[in-house]
């Protein structure tokens, strides 16, 4: 009996399709559940609030301080420059040595200006002879006309006889005056050279130290009386120093005369210096600089800061001119009062943090004039917003915060006086300050996080 042949394409068994499906149905609910994993996750990280950290409200003394930079300089330091011109043909003393009032410090070389001295004194003599000879001429002219006024008055010569005896008196007259002038003028010349020979050599002006020496034996220096030559040297007292520094206007006006002062003094690491302030300048040091806007145009601003002088009292060491230092000029002091961290005081216009503030303002002055901003309007409208600032801190309630406006009074570099809205031992967020100034916003869930100081003592 013939068969049918078998069909090319086998059956597939109903135990391969259930198996393929059950590993279908695994990796979907797999791929599911570790979906719904990470959106759990993702809201639970979201949900845990703004990291910070916090510090209480404590009652202290606040000191508060204008702190500015500034150099070392003695309180008398004198320049010295020649008022004649020449070659220095000796400097007795080094930089460094100390001085007495009245020793020589420089010579100049002298040949030019004794040259002088010989030239106009030979002047002054021939201007004397020169008056002799003018005084005879107007005596025997005196004679001339008396006789000539005798006979006139006899009517033994003529008017123009007359006239000419007259005006022989006046010349001889005239000439003898301006031979005495000549005297005069040659005596005053002579008496400049005399004083430009003597300024040949410069005496010390005091007793000191020589704090800088610019020339040396050899060199050509320039002098002139009407303005500063070239500087040979400084003598300056070097017992007795300040630090002059540059205070903004904005502090200048709490700097008063008699304030204590700290001072850190760069080469004396670790050291603090006394002082006291004992001279601020009345007018202000401008100094131009330079901003681009947003068209990248280029506008000048002065920046105004005031000179103030402070004596420093340690002379346990020896100081030098030109140092570099900081100083901490304490102006006020609070004592008892309630403070907080400085870093935990911002400023908001109602809800609106200061990023959002300053994104409206770029908006505001851009839709205003364009690209080409006004400098004295964007001032401006700068006064007007601080107007509607408020200085706020952000007080800790379980798990959230609470916006409060504060009233505050002085502060020095790590606490501000709060005057009202705060009360002793509550939490106010302290860091960070991306999350004061930016983030937080009233009511906002914040999670505590511990300072990195007492990490690291761990």
Request: no cysteine; charged share 30%; proline share 3%.
């Amino acid at each position: 009996m013939n068969q049918a042949p078998a069909s090319p394409t086998a059956p597939v068994q109903p135990g391969k399709k259930k198996s393929k499906l059950k590993w279908i149905i695994i990796g979907s609910t797999v791929l599911v559940v570790l979906l719904g994993g990470g959106a759990y996750m993702k809201s639970k990280h979201t949900d845990v609030g703004t990291p910070v950290t916090t510090d209480k409200a404590v009652v202290r003394t606040i000191t508060q301080l204008v702190t500015a930079t500034g150099k070392v300089q003695p309180e008398l330091e004198v320049k010295i420059s020649p008022e004649v011109a020449g070659e220095i043909i000796d400097l007795p003393y080094k930089e460094g040595a100390k001085v007495k009032k009245g020793i020589v410090l420089v010579r100049i070389k002298p040949d030019t200006y004794q040259a002088q001295v010989e030239q106009q004194d030979a002047n002054l003599v021939a201007a004397k002879a020169e008056a002799v000879q003018a005084k005879s001429q107007l005596i025997k002219a005196q004679d001339d006309f008396k006789r000539v006024e005798d006979l006139f008055g006899k009517k033994l010569v003529s008017d123009s006889d007359y006239s000419a005896g007259k005006t022989g008196l006046e010349v001889a007259q005239a000439n003898y005056d301006n031979a005495l002038a000549q005297i005069r003028r040659t005596e005053g010349a002579l008496s400049q050279a005399h004083d430009l020979l003597n300024k040949t050599i410069i005496y010390a002006p005091m007793d000191g130290s020589i704090s800088a020496l610019e020339s040396e034996i050899g060199e050509r220096v320039v002098g002139t009386g009407s303005f500063a030559g070239t500087e040979i040297m400084r003598v300056a007292d070097l017992a007795n120093m300040e630090m002059r520094v540059k205070v903004n206007e904005n502090d200048i006006v709490n700097v008063k005369l008699g304030d204590h002062a700290t001072m850190t003094i760069d080469a004396f690491p670790g050291r603090k210096f006394a002082g006291t302030v004992y001279e601020i300048s009345s007018s202000a040091i401008s100094t131009g600089i330079s901003s681009s806007g947003s068209n990248q145009s280029l506008s000048t601003d002065e920046v105004s800061n005031f000179l103030v002088k402070i004596r420093i009292s340690d002379r346990d060491v020896v100081l030098r001119p030109g140092m570099s230092g900081v100083a901490d000029i304490e102006t006020q002091t609070a004592t008892n009062v309630i403070a907080i961290p400085v870093q935990s005081v911002t400023v908001r216009a109602g809800s609106k943090t200061t990023e959002e503030l300053q994104q409206q303002k770029a908006k505001d002055a851009r839709e205003k004039s364009g690209n080409d901003l006004d400098v004295a309007s964007e001032r401006e409208d700068a006064r007007r917003n601080r107007d509607k600032l408020d200085r706020v801190v952000f007080v800790r309630k379980g798990g959230t915060v609470e916006q409060r406006k504060v009233e505050t009074g002085i502060a020095d570099n790590t606490f501000i006086e709060v005057k009202k809205g705060i009360t002793a031992g509550e939490e106010v967020v302290s860091g960070s300050y991306a999350a004061i100034s930016r983030k937080l916003k009233d009511g906002a869930k914040i999670t505590i996080e511990k300072p990195k100081k007492d990490e690291e003592k761990k």
